[in-house]
């Protein structure tokens, strides 16, 4: 390997880190890593100058939490998925705080704690939740997610004990921006330097949304591969799925380890290339009297 590449390397390992945890390969392409990486870059940049706008519309002196928030009100599975991770970061705090002897822990499930008291982003959904839809949890089903994790016990079913045990580090890799020196990495890669000064909260959410969009990324490009991998004419290969039926399943059937080759920048690109599609839009047959170029579409919200 050349240094040009081992600087490459080096550059993209948190990227590669977490698309491994997302499904992709152990060691996914450089070259892929780079387009994720100049994605989430565009992506977090559009989603901080939106954040900016609904901070100038409240009147607020800097980007919070209550900003991204609002951007993901759209979205019920995406708002919810994000509570939930903030859910569990409050939990994470409680328990660093009892284990220091500093407060006794009141709750032992981290998506039952009773975060009003604490947090603000909970008075302001509900300030802006005029029917009730939007903090009703009970018929939200996160697809995505489900997925996600089916993908993954696929993937894990033949590991061997290393193999799991860099599977879970790579499941563990985040935007860490606890560190001084990665967080002015992140500052300055999302260009965080505007007129606005933002909030703590608002780099939890950032950190969080970037880390969401490669997963996002990766489960766009598997259904791209599971398209090419489909059998043309035939009307029963639509039915069938990429994992055994959990109802019929035999394991002396499916012996043989799941192979899986790193996902390519080809597939990224068609995968970006379908969701940003004007095509696919409600307007997308007026698209071609258009002058304007459509702005990009976020992937997360």
């Given at each position: ?8 390397v ?6 590669r ?45 800097m ?24 859910k ?7 328990m ?64 061997d ?56 990324i990766v ?11 489909k ?21 002396y ?24 599609s ?24």
């Amino acid at each position: 390997m050349t240094s040009s590449n081992s600087k490459l390397v080096g550059e993209y390992a948190e990227i590669r880190q977490m698309m491994h945890g997302f499904g992709d390969h152990a060691e996914p392409l450089v070259e892929t890593a780079k387009l994720v990486d100049e994605v989430v870059n565009q992506q977090m940049r559009s989603m901080l100058r939106k954040a900016c706008e609904v901070a100038a519309t409240r009147e607020s002196s800097m980007v919070g939490m209550e900003d991204f928030l609002f951007l993901l009100r759209k979205d019920k599975v995406k708002l919810h998925r994000m509570l939930n991770y903030l859910k569990i970061k409050e939990f994470k705090a409680k328990m660093s705080s009892t284990l220091e002897g500093e407060s006794p822990l009141t709750s032992p499930n981290p998506l039952q704690l009773d975060l009003n008291h604490k947090a603000p982003y909970m008075k302001f959904l509900k300030s802006i939740d005029n029917t009730g839809q939007l903090l009703n949890a009970e018929n939200v089903v996160d697809y995505t997610k489900q997925k996600r994790i089916e993908r993954i016990d696929r993937m894990t079913q033949d590991m061997d004990r290393w193999k799991y045990l860099e599977f879970s580090k790579a499941r563990c890799a985040t935007f860490s921006l606890k560190k001084s020196n990665k967080f002015n990495k992140f500052n300055e890669w999302i260009a965080a330097s505007g007129d606005m000064p933002l909030h703590k909260s608002a780099y939890t959410a950032l950190s969080y949304l970037a880390y969401e969009t490669i997963g996002q990324i990766v489960d766009l490009a598997f259904l791209v591969r599971r398209d090419q991998n489909k059998i043309n004419g035939d009307p029963i290969d639509r039915l069938r799925t990429s994992y055994p039926n959990p109802y019929t399943y035999k394991p002396y059937q499916y012996h043989k380890a799941i192979s899986i080759k790193p996902l390519t920048p080809a597939e990224v690109q068609e995968a970006l290339r379908r969701y940003w599609s004007p095509q696919l839009e409600m307007t997308g047959p007026f698209q071609r009297w258009t002058y304007t170029k459509p702005e990009l579409k976020l992937l997360t919200c």
